[in-house]
């Protein structure tokens, strides 16, 4: 079987970003970076990422006019 699902470390998406690994635990709180946790880990779906990093990441200012 195979799994359609590819899945990133923070540590890996902070390395392709070249930011620190607490931005992108910090976006992920936020809810700005899409992901999925598992108890404590914390991972980042390829095709997920890919979509945001293509749609210009997602800053704060438009996660809270999505809100609205």
């Not at 992920?28 to 210009?56: M, N, Y």
């Amino acid at each position: 079987m195979d799994n359609p699902y590819q899945f990133h470390t923070v540590k890996e998406i902070a390395d392709i970003l070249r930011v620190s690994d607490w931005s992108v635990y910090d976006a992920v709180r936020q809810g700005l970076l899409p992901s999925v946790r598992i108890g404590r880990k914390v991972r980042i779906e390829h095709a997920a990422f890919c979509a945001w990093v293509d749609q210009g990441g997602m800053t704060y200012e438009a996660l809270e006019q999505q809100a609205s």
